[in-house]
């Protein structure tokens, strides 16, 4: 396998470094705006080289963003070329342009590392489904927030100094109010949903909440009652309805995501017949995440593919309801539904996922974080 890598950031840097050295499989070109010398393979500063290559038979993304990614995608999979990506934006965004283009052209994509940096979690969504029916998946998908949250949770750290070491560590996206604002986790829970469901579901119903605005008075109500943050995302399938969302959520000491440390993930599965399975690991991260992108090239060289068929569209429903720690914003919103007040902040009774998002666009400042539910 000859391969033409995209971008020679974190990830690509580090699947140049993983692939060094195996007879399997080369990067024999590797797009790369900056001079680099590298010694196996040549640095190129036009995209047309790689494509026009005819020797090279596979390209990997490791460039980040939509702009021109999606673009040299496309041109790469039009001629015939195999992909393996690592970016979630690009699959969440263009799930239904490029896996059918996939399915037209005859050639075969891959992006685990796009969810989990280092988890085998599409991977091992595409065994599931083999065997069973799945009815949820989500969990901790963003490294980043999870980095922030535990340091301000642990070491008593400012939102604005762990979110700095979570930079500096490379876990954050070049732009990392894509981390903070939950998207990252969206473009996450969008494949995994997909994948897991076998639809496309309708990315503009699917709200997300983020943790730009927790404060450390929000740290200590939920130290106050043994509560740990985390933002969550959540697919669940049931009787023909779909329900997707990304918000911060509490746990109690007994559950598993409670613990989840600096930039670990703790991603879950439901089946019908294996009942839960939680996998846990590094989400990002250069090394991680590269080696997820090899053992996608490993899987191309076996002929695999996609994770799952690509799925017909679906609309997202979220009438689901959760109670909800409410701090800041327009709480007259919720008068005759509060059950509890913390120190400021409400905790309100029963409310629809749909709503409390919608509430949350209007009161742009305002931090809620759905209360546990065991
Ligand atoms: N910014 C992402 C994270 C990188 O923090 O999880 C891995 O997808």
Redesign the pocket.
Known sequence: MNIGLLGFGVVGKGVYEITSGRTDMQVTKVLCLEDISLPDAQSVKNFEEILNDDTIDTVVEAMGGLHPAYEFVSAAMKAGKNVVT?N?ALIANFYDELLPLADEKGVKLRCT???G?GIGWLSELERVRRVETLSRVGGI???????ILDSMTSRNLTYADALRQ?QELG???AN?T??VDGI?TWH?LIISANVAFGVSLDRDAIPAAGIRHIKAEDIANFKAHGLTCKLISTGKCGTGKFHAYVQPTLFTATEPESVVPT?Y?LITLVGNTSGRQSFFGQ???RYP?AYNVVQDLADLLNGTGFYCPYGPKVKVENTEKLRYYVRGGDQSAFAGKVDETWNGAIITGPVSVAEIHSWLKANDGAFIAAMPTV
């Open positions: 690592s979630k590392a796009a969810v940096g998908m963003n490294g980043t927030c999870n980095y979570a876990y954050a996206e990392p894509t981390d990252d996450k930039n993930n989400g990002a991260g995440t």
